[in-house]
């Protein structure tokens, strides 16, 4: 694992067969991943804290919010004007947002949000989201059910 000229990570065909061996599961062990890419427990351990520690990858567990006691969840498509990236930064404050992108389209902002009610989600739209400085529009996109969530694609 290097860093090219404009900062960006370059990583090697052993780093990468590590990403991928914890996309597939991220509890498999260190000495089951350094079987499969040729390498020592440790030297796997010692590699997967550079790739936590660079910011490459996060070792998470994922859930289903709808399944932990959470009654809504929903993507919130926000049009905004100003700095976007401050937008951002204000709604990854929030403590219902689990997801910000700044995109190129109908919405300048997606935000995945977690309620636990009907009323909560409203709170949070109308006296969080859109009270945030530059905010001028939502549309709240309800999930009924999650039926596909993958980390799983692979490295280039």
Same mark, same amino acid.
């Given at each position: 694992?290097?860093? &090219?000229?404009?900062?960006? =990570? #370059?990583?090697?065909?052993? &780093? ?12 498999? &062990?260190?000495? $089951? !991943? ?8 440790? $030297? #796997?351990?010692? @590699? +997967?804290? @550079? ?7 996060? #070792?998470? %567990? ?13 993507? #919130? ?12 930064? %204000? ?12 995109? %190129? ?7 995945? +949000? +977690? ?13 969080? !989201? @859109?009270? =945030?400085?530059? =905010? ?15 980390? &799983?694609?692979? =490295? @280039?």
């Amino acid at each position: 694992m290097s860093r &090219s000229r404009r900062g960006h =990570v #370059v990583l090697d065909d052993v &780093s990468k067969a590590i990403i991928e061996q914890l996309q597939q599961d991220g509890r498999r &062990s260190y000495a $089951a !991943i350094g079987k499969v890419v040729g390498l020592s427990e440790a $030297a #796997v351990r010692q @590699r +997967v804290q @550079r790739l936590t520690e660079s910011g490459v990858m996060q #070792v998470v %567990a994922v859930t289903d919010p709808l399944q932990l006691g959470f009654a809504r969840q929903a993507m #919130v498509g926000i049009r905004a004007h100003g700095e976007l990236e401050l937008v951002a930064e %204000a709604l990854s404050e929030l403590e219902e947002v689990d997801y910000v992108v700044i995109t %190129a389209g109908t919405y300048d902002i997606l935000a995945e +949000v +977690v309620a636990e009610s009907d009323d909560h989600l409203l709170e949070l739209i109308s006296h969080k !989201i @859109r009270t =945030v400085p530059n =905010v001028e529009s939502t549309e709240t996109f309800m999930y009924l059910k999650l039926q596909k969530q993958t980390y &799983s694609w692979g =490295v @280039r």
